[in-house]
Every structure is written in C-alpha cells, then in structure tokens.
C-alpha cells in the first residue's frame, strides 16, 4: 500500500524512460496478452444482452492476440526465445487496468468507456514506444500497432449506439467526465481521505492531553499544512500523466495537496474558539460530516459500493477518532 506513495526507485518500480528497448517489447507483449484475456471477458459478459457487442469485443481480443504474436516474433528477431518478465505493475509511471470485476458488472455502458479507454492508453503507449525505438522494423511495426489501436477506440466508442441510443452522450461530454475523474476527482478524494482521517488522532489526542485549544489548533494546523505539501508532492512526481492518462501531474498534486489540507483544517479550526467543549463539540460534528461526505463521493464519483465505502471510511475513521482520543486522555 505505502508503495504507490514511494518514488519509483524507492518502490522498487522502474520508470518508463529507464526501459531498454528489450524490455518495452517484453512490455508491449505483456499488455497485449492481459488486453485480449480483459475483451474475452467482456464478451462473455455481454453475449446473453449484446450478441452484437460480444461479438465486437470478441474480434479485438483476437486482434490483441495477433498483436501479441507480431510483437513476439519483432522479439525474438532482435533478442532471443526468452522474454523478459516485466509487466504494468512493474512500471511506476505506466497505465494501469481496473480490475476487470469491477466494470463487468456495470453493464454495456461503463464497459465501452473502459475500452475506450484501454485503447487510448494503449495507442499513446505505442505512440511512445516508437518515438524510443532505434530499430527500423521495430518502429514501423509499433507505428502499425498505434494506428490499429487508435481504430479500436473508434470501434469502442460506437459499440452503444445501437444499445443506448439517447443514453451514452456525446464522446466529448464522456471524454472530458472521465478526465475530470482522473484529474481532479480521484486525486482529491484521496487527499480528503487522508487529510480527514490521518490527523484525528493527533489532533484530539492533543486536545483531550492537553485541554487547550490553541496548542490543539497549533498542532492542527501544521499536521494539516504538512499532510497537504507531502501529498501534493507525492501526487505529482509519481505519476507525469502521459502514459497513464491521468492528466497533469501540477493540477493532481493541487487537488491532493489542497484537499489534505482542508480535510484536516476542517477538525482543527473549531480550536479557535476559547471554550474546550464548545470546540471539541463543533470539531466532532465537522469530524462526522466530513467522514460521510467521503462516503458519498466515494459512491457518486468512484463507483465504490455505499456498504464498502461506509464500512472503508467511517469505520476506520472511527477508531482512528477514538485512538486519538484514549491516547490523550490516558
């Protein structure tokens, strides 16, 4: 878990730019081969409701799968029988799927975004990888792949037209959403998230320790100031944005920086008033708002199931609050 908050060195994940070109191939091998098993099961998943989509998502997991193939013999002309074992998860700044449970059960919909998607992430990657190639077949066929990639977004994009017709929006209006998620959303949530949760336990224990609330708005304040600079920063060098497209990593490390800070803010304030009671009194209710605001944006935006994000946030704010308030009260 503390891994995706790590440097990419620190983690123990390379980072694309650091990539031999052997190991881009092997890469490439591996995403296409994940690509084609993630469209089988689309497939599945639709063949009862969409035959027709089925059957799309059945031809581009054959088509990753002649990818895969291409790509492979490109290997072994330049390196050899053995492919190197290096996968997404084993890139820091590389795109990552969404676990395939999580959009199969969202219907024809989430699951035409979700390839559109794919093939964009997939097109920009190969797009990339060419522009790193020294080899001259190597890049024509990543050229090749980026243009085929591009069309399978094309294809994707149109699969709801004759399911949801009236239903789906405009590609500009769901593009501009999801980027918006990725941009502003996610890295937000995360930061309100930790900002809310990580600083109860200082923050009331000092306040129950100490009964003063300005030594409790003190501390406060500055494990709010310091979670939100240590986020933001965290937020924009693990990720630059271009393969992973998840937008700019400036505007990121603002929405998780800032959201830090005020998910932490929002308990210490009321410790600008002189009474310890009165304060602590207003800082529990803003404690409790701030816990079910999450909940909802974790439902709203997220998609994560109202029981999960309830039991996820409010739990384990609970007994953070209560940590913090045995601690100072011991």
Not at 160 to 174: I, V, Y
Not at 190 to 215: E, H, K, Y
Not at 298 to 308: C, D, H, I, V, W
Request: charged share 20%; no cysteine; hydrophobic share 45%.
């Amino acid at each position: 878990m503390l891994s995706r908050f790590l440097p990419a060195g620190l983690s123990g994940r390379r980072r694309f730019d650091s990539l031999s070109e052997r190991e881009i191939l092997a890469l490439a091998i591996a995403s296409e081969e994940e690509d084609g098993r993630i469209y089988a099961v689309y497939a599945e998943k639709l063949r009862k409701d969409y035959p027709a989509s089925a059957a799309v998502f059945d031809g581009m997991a054959a088509e990753e799968d002649g990818h895969r193939r291409r790509l492979l013999e490109d290997y072994q002309r330049r390196f050899g029988a053995v492919v190197v074992p290096i996968r997404r998860e084993h890139v820091a700044d590389f795109y990552q799927r969404r676990p395939v449970w999580l959009v199969e059960r969202l219907g024809l919909e989430r699951i035409r975004e979700e390839a559109a998607a794919m093939e964009r992430q997939a097109r920009d990657f190969y797009v990339a990888a060419a522009g790193r190639s020294t080899d001259a077949q190597t890049r024509g066929l990543l050229g090749d792949l980026a243009r085929a990639e591009a069309g399978h977004e094309s294809k994707a994009e149109e699969l709801a037209e004759d399911h949801l017709a009236g239903e789906a929006g405009s590609t500009e209006d769901a593009a501009a959403h999801r980027q918006f998620l990725l941009t502003w959303v996610q890295p937000g949530l995360a930061g309100l998230m930790d900002g809310s949760v990580s600083t109860l336990a200082p923050i009331f224990a000092t306040a129950f320790a100490t009964q003063n609330p300005w030594t409790t708005f003190l501390v406060g304040l500055s494990a709010s100031v310091g979670a939100g600079i240590s986020m933001g920063f965290t937020e924009a060098a693990h990720d630059d944005g271009k393969l992973s497209g998840r937008g700019s990593p400036l505007k990121r490390g603002l929405a998780s920086g800032v959201m830090t800070a005020l998910g932490g803010l929002g308990h210490a304030l009321p410790y600008l008033i002189p009474s310890f009671w009165t304060a602590t009194a207003i800082a529990l209710v803003v404690v409790f708002i701030e816990l079910w605001a999450i909940v909802w944006i974790q439902n709203r935006y997220m998609e994560t199931p109202f029981a999960r994000a309830t039991f996820q946030v409010v739990l384990g704010g609970a007994l953070v609050l209560a940590a913090g308030i045995l601690i100072g009260g011991a």
